[in-house]
């Protein structure tokens, strides 16, 4: 592998300062550095990648021993090892019948069994049959979850809105009161169906929510709160102890972890709102997707390319971080998800066998979609001194014919925008422009110096013919193998996340001493700032 890496440093450092464009000089660059499943275009033709670099980075990837890595998840072997756990997400979606065992038990029948029980809740819901403790149809669900028991669910409703027919649905996960009351304050108690949603059921930010909400619930509707509630999690005597009926409660697996579940009953409020055959499109959608990962060659496998255009960008060519810009305004929520679901799974800093790692992991996702991001940070895309790998989401056709000229302004500027990263404006190009708005001598020189766009500013695009359940199922799956595949690259256990148990031990210790206790054994800043800031 040591020698793979090597190669593919050499290749980087004899291309020099080769152009990007330049690479389009051989006559199916596009067709070469494109891959397509069931629809879904992958165009990476606009990297400086080359077919020896993509060579060498498909050989890493076997090297790694992807395929068998690959099959190890889908056949649930405890990959996740530090937990103990196997990672079945995937089987959420499946649609195969023949056994899947973990633990020497078939977990088919369960998954198949909840989704039955999540539908025939959806439908009582949405056509009105389970009612509100006064006898109102609900209209809005509330969902309390944080991480993974919110993201998934709050992004996919948005995606999905066109198909919405359900009751309204809000998120609440934020600890901050503000985000529990400004939601509250809209609706009406009798006619809430609260969702409290959290793997754990133990998590302080969900709890606290729920418990203000269940206040909230009874001073409206009295006693009779259980009939407003739902829950979701896998801890089902914490559900009971809040009181939950067990017919209300949607159970899962801890082989389903938090970022990878909202295609199980965290997915709760995505049948509400959509109903129960577009939430089977967006399972059919993903499963597609696991079925093209499992087999396409590695050379025409979406998530692999991906997964090893990410690597090159980060340990080849060393750019920390990399913006996901959705030109789909419903896919507003789509860089949150991501960076729940990429940097808790790859943020880590030693191996799967608890060696420091010998690359650097991790990238950094950040994003917004466009056309917005123009306005704001593209900027820095362009001209600042940081080359930043960008991701283009779009589809060929709206969810808005009647508004075409809008969708066709998208595209164009989404074009416009891969197309500018990488040509950029020479020095000449923008003296001759300087010359033309009337600037001469060392005037001239200084407005074209500003004028002046590096380029070679590598970007991938997604393209989809259009934003369906089944077509958003395929993206989030992708996302997700990329994930696994930049993961298995690296020697990473994905799926674990002890990163984010130091705060939360250290928020418990403060939580007295925020509330008034003597600020003992904190350093000097942390004590000054309690000293500011206690109640
Ligand atoms: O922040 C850590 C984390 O455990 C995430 O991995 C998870 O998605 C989130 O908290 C919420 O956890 P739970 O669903 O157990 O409330």
Same mark, same amino acid.
């Given at each position: ?12 450092? #004899? ?194 929510? #729920? ?69 089977? #499109? ?254």
């Amino acid at each position: 592998m040591t020698t793979v890496w090597r190669k593919l440093e050499e290749n980087l450092a #004899a291309a020099g300062d080769r152009k990007i464009i330049s690479l389009f000089d051989a006559p199916d660059r596009f067709e070469d550095f494109s891959a397509e499943a069931d629809g879904l275009l992958l165009d990476y033709s606009k990297t400086n990648l080359d077919a020896a670099a993509l060579t060498l980075l498909l050989e890493l990837a076997e090297t790694a021993g992807i395929a068998e890595k690959r099959e190890a998840m889908f056949r649930g072997d405890k990959i996740n090892t530090t937990e103990d756990r196997a990672v079945l997400h995937t089987a959420l979606r499946a649609t195969e019948s023949q056994p899947l065992e973990v633990d020497g038990k078939d977990v088919r029948p369960e998954i198949a069994e909840t989704l039955g029980k999540m539908e025939r809740f959806a439908n009582g819901v949405r056509c009105g049959e389970i009612v509100a403790a006064g006898g109102a149809r609900f209209t809005d669900v509330v969902n309390i979850g944080i991480g993974g028991s919110d993201l998934g669910p709050a992004m996919a409703t948005l995606a999905l809105a066109p198909y919405h027919d359900g009751p309204r649905c809000h998120f609440v996960s934020n600890v901050d009161g503000a985000h529990v009351r400004d939601t509250l304050r809209d609706l009406d108690p009798h006619t809430t169906l609260i969702i409290v949603a959290s793997k754990t059921f133990t998590t302080i930010e969900t709890m606290t929510n #729920a418990r203000t909400a269940l206040d909230w619930l009874e001073a409206g509707v009295g006693p009779k709160v259980r009939e407003h509630l739902a829950a979701v999690s896998t801890a089902r005597e914490l559900t009971a102890e809040m009181g939950i009926v067990p017919d209300r409660v949607f159970g899962f697996a801890d082989w389903v972890g938090g970022r990878y579940s909202l295609w199980g009953p965290v997915g709760l409020p995505i049948l509400l709102a959509v109903g129960p055959d577009n939430f089977r #499109a967006f399972l059919a959608g993903g499963n597609a997707m696991d079925g093209h990962f499992q087999t396409a060659p590695l050379d025409r496998n979406l998530p692999i390319l991906m997964g090893l255009v990410g690597v090159w960008h980060r340990n080849i060519c060393g750019y920390p971080t990399r913006a996901v810009l959705p030109y789909d305004q419903r896919l507003l929520r789509l860089p949150a998800y991501l960076q729940q679901l990429d940097m808790e799974s790859n943020g880590k800093s030693v191996s799967a066998d608890g060696k420091p790692l010998a690359r650097k992991s991790g990238t950094v996702v950040w994003g917004e979609p466009g056309t917005n991001g123009q306005h704001a940070f593209f900027q820095l895309l362009h001209q600042g001194t940081d080359v930043i790998p960008t991701e283009f989401l779009i589809a060929g056709e709206s969810h808005e014919p009647d508004l075409k000229v809008h969708h066709d302004l998208l595209k164009a500027n989404c074009l416009a925008q891969s197309e500018a990263l990488m040509l950029g404006r020479s020095i000449e190009q923008a003296m001759e422009i300087a010359g033309n708005l009337g600037f001469e001598g060392e005037q001239q020189r200084i407005q074209a110096e500003h004028r002046t766009f590096p380029g070679n500013r590598p970007s991938m695009t997604l393209a989809y013919p259009k934003l369906t359940p089944f077509t958003f199922g395929q993206i989030i799956a992708l996302y997700e193998h990329r994930v696994f595949v930049e993961g298995v690259i690296w020697g990473i256990n994905s799926f674990d996340q002890w990163g984010v148990e130091l705060g939360k031990e250290l928020s418990n210790t403060l939580l007295p001493m925020v509330q008034g206790a003597n600020p003992t054994g904190k350093d000097g800043s942390t004590a000054g700032l309690l000293r500011k800031l206690s109640s």
